[in-house]
């Protein structure tokens, strides 16, 4: 699986645009704004644009995905539909986060937990990971041996859980369940930050170990 990863917005959000080697068929997940700079990407590399795929419904993170969606004529897929809620409410988050005013939308397609989403050769496992957000799911690509995590583990952290309808509790009962039952050498890519590994965050994350709550 081949990974381009583009920071977007004043948040430096990673938006990753994911491809599958044999077949050149790519998605882009997460992206949270900044569409000229994705489409510029895109056409540097001559990807052929499937869908978009999302992992929650916070603004950095979906905030380009209707005008790239309308862009290379494709659809929206995810998240889970717990996260309804944070989508419809995309022009509240908008003045929250001091972003440019921004219309509510809703994908294509929910996700659930189990589903398995096929990109070219990829099979991406949906798993569903609430705590950040209710309705948050990832993306493991077991070929590659690779998590597109979104908000809910990064290097040295975990996802905050004071935004409305989080939940520390359950954010870190779906690391343990959905993250950490993966390989210690499955690498880690997070919506923020550098990338990690499952083993490394298992025995240094001082969120996980209690260290820090």
């Not at 998240?79 to 219309?103: I, R, S, T, V």
């Not at 995590?149 to 859980?161: A, I, N, P, Q």
């Amino acid at each position: 699986m081949k990974v381009l990863t583009i920071p977007v917005t004043p948040f430096a959000q990673n938006c990753r645009v994911i491809a599958c080697d044999e077949t050149g068929k790519a998605a882009i997940v997460d992206p949270g704004g900044d569409a000229e700079k994705i489409i510029a990407l895109v056409k540097q590399h001559n990807l052929s644009i499937e869908f978009i795929l999302l992992t929650h419904g916070h603004l950095d993170h979906v905030g380009a995905s209707k005008l790239l969606a309308k862009e290379f004529g494709v659809e929206i897929i995810g998240p889970h539909a717990e996260d309804k809620f944070w989508l419809d409410g995309l022009p509240m988050q908008a003045q929250m986060f001091g972003f440019a005013p921004h219309d509510a939308f809703l994908p294509h397609r929910w996700l659930d937990e189990g589903d398995v989403v096929a990109l070219g050769k990829l099979q991406l496992q949906v798993r569903h990971c609430p705590g950040h957000t209710p309705g948050h799911v990832v993306f493991y690509e077991p070929a590659s041996a690779t998590v597109l995590v979104g908000d809910v583990l990064f290097k040295g952290s975990v996802g905050r859980t004071d935004f409305p309808k989080g939940d520390a509790s359950q954010l870190k009962h779906a690391i343990n369940t959905k993250l950490f039952t993966l390989d210690d050498e499955t690498k880690v890519m997070s919506g923020h930050g550098e990338d990690t590994t499952i083993g490394y965050e298992k025995r240094n994350n001082p969120f996980m170990s209690g260290r820090f709550g």
